[in-house]
């Protein structure tokens, strides 16, 4: 017998676990179910080109064993079984990276609410929540020698030795708390596995004078969808994905003719504790006739539904399936096909009929089904439109494309929208100003993949969207870049001196259309790069990015202009006009969402006018 030491991070899990901080303890049963199915799944994807390993025992069951008199319950499987060294790996150590993170976030559900424990793969230790003791005797498939895990998780260690097991597979023992023993009934063993697991694939018997099979042991998404019932669905759903929180929604499906496959998928209501950790693996299920193939098969999901969790069982690919045939495979394609209309019919079947069931989803996951706007899916930009949601001028809370579009007011040429970096700052965006005076509704951006998103999605129901920062707004109800510029009036003296001034730094200086309460503001020529996107764009490094120029329109009605333009008539070579023409043009890259090329004179200049203004010595 040798001792080991449990790892770090297991050890307060066992903490945590022991000193009671889940008060839904009848979990552990899932979550042990659900492991010994999924030895089950690679017991059998093995003897597909390992038939040795089924030879003396073709059954794959689970089997529960309660022992009133020794106060036991034992859960065995017919499985793949573990080494020892596989027991040491598996019930020694959180095999997960950020595994710290997940024990703050473990700490933290006691606050929450919800369990957290089996969404980080670590279900085994929910064992512990209802028993002192467990002890775990596996033998490997295809080995004759099994061994034997055990431990109290009191002193922080566990022992593994020799020992002896009849079947290939594992046997796990719990040797319950006092306040436990209703386990050793079949009634609530019955009970637990017909809430919890009746979808499982496999037969799970009940143990004692006479066997009793106590689930239907056949594949949840292969029978009819009449009946799959709701808690059908969400208990096969947090067997599946380990998550305490029913699905915002799922849709069933099976596929007859020149292919053949059944999907059973489902979109999460919250996001994943590692979700944007790239280590963490992503895809669907894939069963090649109820034979698990792939526990993870990105290659079923584009990456902007990568959210999305599920089982997709086909008759026509093959058992031995690669990566190279997953790439490259028309099969693979058409399933995927069929996968995203599924996903996107469920999805705009939600908004829909669940609003505000939705509108969770999409503070959830919009990000990412925003990028498949950003990527360029032009297959689906229609489905995308529809299920767009963003804040904006008209009140609070979102809106859809489609609610802006009836709010629209007559003789408005464009749905038009401002991005940037929070609500409050494009609520005060200079760019809005004529917008807001012709009663115009903008709508407001501020996720990073937004402005991608909306110009991959380009127009909405024949309406363009336009950024508020763009040279020509069409406020007039027509978009045409190629239309003369306002006339300079009274102002080309004045715009004529900005242009010298500026000339490094601008593209045009202009009398604007849009301004009606500042008195300048930078508008992005036709082809440019919005500010924000720009200021992203530098903190994240893209090399050779070097920016692109802006115009500067200039109010010809505010009085901060009239009064330059007095100065410049009084004194045209001025050195304090040209410091206040490039104050002005500080204040623009400010209001954009940009910073000043030199905060220091920006400061020095505002201090100069501030003095002045209180007649400072």
């Known amino acids: ?98 595994s710290r993170e997940f024990l703050q976030r473990l700490a933290d559900a006691k606050a ?191 990456p902007w539904l990568r959210f999305v969790r599920g089982v997709i069982d086909s008759e026509d690919l093959p058992l031995n399936v690669s990566r190279e045939l997953l790439q490259d495979s028309s099969l693979v394609r058409g399933i995927k096909t069929k996968v995203v209309k599924k996903v996107l019919e469920l999805l705009e079947r939600l908004a829909k009929d669940e609003p505000e069931a939705y509108l969770g989803f999409w503070k959830a996951f919009g990000r990412v089904l ?75 951006l501020t996720d990073p993949v937004d402005e991608w998103a909306a110009k991959g999605l380009e127009k909405f129901d024949g309406m363009p969207l336009t950024s508020v920062t763009q040279a020509d707004l069409g406020l007039d109800g027509k978009k045409d870049e190629a239309k003369a510029a306002p006339d300079d009036g009274a102002l080309k003296p004045l715009l004529d001196k900005m242009r010298e001034v500026l000339k490094e730094k601008v593209k045009e200086v202009r009398v604007s259309e849009r301004l009606t309460d500042s008195p300048v503001c930078l508008v992005v020529p036709t082809g440019g790069t919005p500010a924000y996107l720009e200021q992203l764009m530098r903190e994240r490094g893209v090399q050779g990015y070097a920016g692109g120029k802006r115009i500067l329109e200039v109010n010809p009605t505010h009085a901060v202009v009239q009064r330059l333009e007095a100065a410049r008539t009084k004194e045209p070579d001025s050195e304090r006009v040209r410091a206040w023409i490039e104050l002005l043009f500080d204040q623009a890259v400010i209001t954009e969402g940009g910073r000043p090329a030199d905060p220091n004179v920006f400061a020095r200049r505002v201090t100069d006018l501030l003095s002045a203004a209180l007649g400072a010595p």
């Open 370 to 444: 925003k990028e498949g706007l950003s990527h360029g899916e032009r297959d689906h930009r229609d489905e995308l439109g529809r299920l767009f949601r963003a804040a904006s001028t008209h009140g609070d809370g979102l809106t859809s494309l489609a609610e802006y579009r009836a709010r629209m007011k007559e003789g408005q040429g464009a749905i038009y929208y401002a991005y940037g970096e929070s609500q409050t700052v494009l609520q005060g965006s200079p760019h809005l100003e004529a917008l807001k005076a012709k009663g115009y509704e903008v709508l407001l």
């Open 112 to 302: 929450q609410g919800p369990t957290l424990i089996g969404q980080f793969g670590v279900g085994f230790y929910s064992a512990f929540l209802v028993a002192d003791r467990v002890e775990v005797v596996s033998r490997a498939a295809g080995q004759t020698q099994a061994f034997r895990w055990a431990s109290d998780a009191k002193d922080g260690s566990f022992t593994v030795e020799a020992a002896e097991l009849p079947f290939r597979g594992t046997r796990i023992t719990l040797h319950l708390k006092p306040d436990q023993e209703e386990l050793l009934q079949p009634w609530k063993l019955k009970e637990l596995v017909r809430t919890y697991s009746d979808f499982v694939g496999h037969p799970i018997t009940l143990e004692g004078e006479k066997s009793e099979r106590l689930n239907q042991a056949s594949a949840l998404w292969q029978r009819p969808k009449s009946d799959i019932t709701q808690a059908l669905a969400e208990e096969f759903y947090k067997n599946l994905s380990h998550d305490f929180e029913a699905p915002a929604g799922w849709t069933h499906f099976k596929t007859e003719g020149a292919q053949a496959f059944a999907g059973l998928l489902f979109v999460p209501k919250q996001v994943p504790w590692d979700f944007d950790r790239h280590t963490t693996a992503r895809g669907l299920r894939l069963y090649v006739k109820r034979v698990l193939v792939l526990e993870h098969c990105e290659e079923l999901l584009p």
């Open 1 to 98: 017998m040798t001792t080991h030491a449990f790892q770090a991070e297991v050890k307060e899990v066992l903490g945590l676990v022991i000193n009671s901080l889940y008060s839904n303890k009848s979990i552990f049963l899932r979550e042990l179910i659900s492991n010994a199915s999924d030895a089950l799944d690679k017991l059998r994807f093995r003897a597909v080109t390992e038939p040795e390993l089924l030879a003396t025992e073709s059954a794959l069951e689970i089997r529960l064993r309660p022992d009133a008199a020794a106060k036991t319950l034992t859960l065995e499987d017919t499985g793949i079984g573990m080494t020892q060294d596989e027991l040491v790996k598996n019930l020694g150590t959180i095999a997960h990276s950020g």
